[in-house]
């Protein structure tokens, strides 16, 4: 049997009398507790190697830091500061030992007061850094001028064709470059 749908008057009335469900919150968002949790983490244990790798360069020097490479900052238990491990090239190990009180502060300049307070030296090969770049791209050097560019291949033509011939064309205008 198919019940009838009440009135609008019904319906007001019906809805005025009945307390209804409140409204869902949405959840909070993830960010915010991850926030902190990642801060609590970061006090706990501090910044890593990966920080310190990244900027090494800048914090040392380009001397020391073609010799040394941070790997890991280790931290007691019971709080404090902590000590950092240097890979170091064999026969840099005691030059670096003897630098070691400025290799500290500098450190704990970038870390933070209070991070670090000594160096483990560990010997080893230590990965090459890329050299420091100033930002700008590297420009394409200029072509050479039809006449240069004629004489060289007047030069070559009695070479066959192939990687050898390819290879002293662009070695000889890097030379006539150069001349210029």
Same mark, same amino acid.
């Given at each position: 049997?198919?019940? $009838? ?38 006090? #706990? ?5 990966? *920080?310190?790798?990244?900027?090494? #360069?800048?914090? *040392? ?19 404090? $500061? ?44 230590? #990965? ?51 001349? #210029?």
């Amino acid at each position: 049997m198919k019940r $009838p749908l009440p009135s609008l008057e019904e319906a007001t009335e019906i809805l005025a009398h009945k307390r209804t469900r409140p409204q869902r919150r949405p959840p909070p968002a993830a960010g915010r507790q991850l926030t902190r949790f990642v801060k609590d983490l970061d006090q #706990r244990f501090g910044q890593g190697p990966a *920080v310190l790798q990244a900027r090494w #360069r800048e914090i *040392v020097g380009e001397v020391l830091a073609r010799r040394t490479e941070p790997v890991k900052v280790t931290k007691p238990r019971t709080g404090g $500061p902590g000590a950092l491990e240097l890979r170091v090239e064999g026969p840099a190990a005691t030059l670096i030992q003897h630098q070691a009180p400025e290799i500290v502060a500098r450190v704990n300049l970038f870390l933070g007061a209070g991070s670090i307070d000594k160096l483990r030296i560990v010997q080893g090969p230590v #990965r090459k850094a890329e050299p420091l770049s100033s930002g700008a791209p590297k420009r394409r050097k200029p072509p050479l001028d039809a006449a240069a560019e004629a004489a060289l291949e007047q030069a070559m033509a009695d070479e066959t064709e192939g990687p050898l011939k390819s290879a002293l064309r662009n070695l000889g205008r890097e030379v006539l470059r150069r001349q #210029r």
